[in-house]
């Protein structure tokens, strides 16, 4: 075998190891506790100095932080992709018949309005009124992180259980960007959104040619990017919309619509660089500077995002699936029960990086953010560990026929196993 075959070879070997959704979630946990060390370690004045290192050029007013880099530029990506696989979902995928997509898509709405109830709920009780502001941070759910679980703990399962999940998880995502583009903006700028506009127009006009070219996308992209982030609109937004312009048919005698091209070549990064890099510069709280950990921990929006995300994710979720399919002719997909959806309730409780990055849009000046990061993490850990345990107690219990109750044996048999990837 010569060099280059070698080359390509283990090329292809890392890009198929970053993109399993195993991998994803334990690159995601890795760099989230290594801050979390490095930030209350003796070393902790260096991690905030790299934190806060300013690269890029000032005079397009884009000499941002790391942290800010991470936050606004590299989770662009993700979004991007997150937007490829809106839009293949929409066009050719689960979304594309609505009577299929119906319960999982209510499912979500549940899962996303009951957290942000109960955290209003708490804050009121407790007096803390200025962070009411944070009431979004329980919403989400984080798509790498609850399907790196399912797929470590969920083998044996059915694989519409995985399918479900996805779903749920996209339509979740989908809403808490349209939560971020209309509650956390200020101050939009026309004229720079008109810009962004224009380049995200001329995106999808080149993706649609027969051979588009990556050096006239990527600065196009680009463009768009730093039009969106000079506009007031949260930087990422640029990322869905750029993902939204991606075909999800077959063109010009193509074999696979480009969402499928697109979503391969850059989830790698994606997972492996983009989510990992986020998590480390924004999980890195301090509980030892200022008031002390007690103190932080007593916050009442660490107890509100706590509670949103373990009980209100899973009640919202099961109780929404329960009501619809009770009072209405829809039904749970093939081969899946209620009982499958206790632990996928917990999963969606993983709130992580879309909750994180809620956290800092929600607090921007300090009061409150180490406590609403650090009830993400603890929200998130605590909805993995149950969602794991209650996954492998459902794999081993028996399964009717029929388990979605449809009147007809299920069909879909397929299972979970090792080698799932994203």
């Known amino acids: 075998m010569t060099r280059l075959a070698r080359a390509r070879n283990a090329r292809r070997r890392l890009r198929g190891w970053a993109t399993k959704e195993t991998t994803g979630g334990i690159l995601l946990l890795g760099a989230a506790a290594l801050a979390l060390l490095w930030a209350n370690s003796p070393w902790r004045e260096s991690y905030a100095a790299l934190s806060d290192l300013a690269l890029g050029p000032a ?10 880099w991470a936050a606004d530029g590299l989770l662009a990506v993700f979004f991007f992709v997150v937007g490829v696989e809106l839009k293949h979902e929409l066009v050719a995928g689960s979304l594309r018949r609505p009577r299929e997509a119906a319960v999982p898509v209510l499912a979500a709405v549940g899962g996303m309005a009951l957290p942000a109830l109960l955290f209003t709920g708490v804050i009121l009780l407790s007096g803390d009124r200025e962070a009411l502001h944070g009431w979004a941070v329980p919403t989400a759910t984080d798509i790498a992180f609850a399907l790196a679980v399912l797929a470590i703990f969920g083998r044996g399962l059915p694989k519409a259980l995985r399918t479900f999940l996805l779903t749920l998880a996209v339509v979740d995502d989908l809403l808490a960007i349209v939560i971020i583009a209309i509650f956390y903006t200020s101050g939009i700028n026309l004229l720079a959104l008109a810009a962004s506009a224009c380049a995200v127009l001329l995106f999808g006009v080149v993706l649609r040619s027969r051979r588009p070219r990556w050096w006239l996308l990527l600065p196009l992209a680009l463009v768009a990017w730093g ?36 979503d391969e070549a850059l989830r790698p990064f ?5 989510l990992p890099v986020f998590a480390f510069f924004s999980a890195g709280v301090s509980l030892i500077d200022g008031e002390g950990p007690i103190a932080v921990l007593a916050q009442p929006v660490v107890l509100a995002i706590v509670i949103g995300l373990v009980i209100g994710k899973l009640v919202g979720v099961l109780g929404m699936t329960a009501l619809v399919t009770r009072l209405t002719p829809l039904r749970l997909p093939d081969s899946i029960g209620i009982r499958d959806l206790l632990p996928v309730g ?9 909750s994180l ?7 921007p000046d300090g009061a409150h953010t180490a406590g609403a990061k650090i009830a993400v993490l603890a929200g998130t850990i605590i909805a993995a560990s149950a969602a794991a345990v209650l996954l492998r107690w459902d794999a081993r219990r028996a399964r009717k026929a029929d388990m979605n109750d449809d009147g007809r044996v299920d069909q879909d048999t397929g299972v979970i196993g090792l080698d799932n990837s994203t």
């Open 270 to 274: 994606s997972s492996g660089v983009a």
């Open 227 to 262: 039009f969106m982030h000079a506009s007031g609109v949260h930087a990422t937004i640029a990322g869905v919309v750029l993902g939204f312009t991606v075909p999800a048919r077959v063109l010009h005698g193509e074999t696979e619509p480009r969402t499928h091209h697109y």
């Open 59 to 68: 005079a397009l007013h884009l000499q941002l932080p790391l942290a800010a």
């Open 346 to 354: 917990l999963l969606t409780g993983m709130g992580f990086t879309v």
């Open 357 to 363: 990055l809620i956290a800092e849009l929600s607090f």
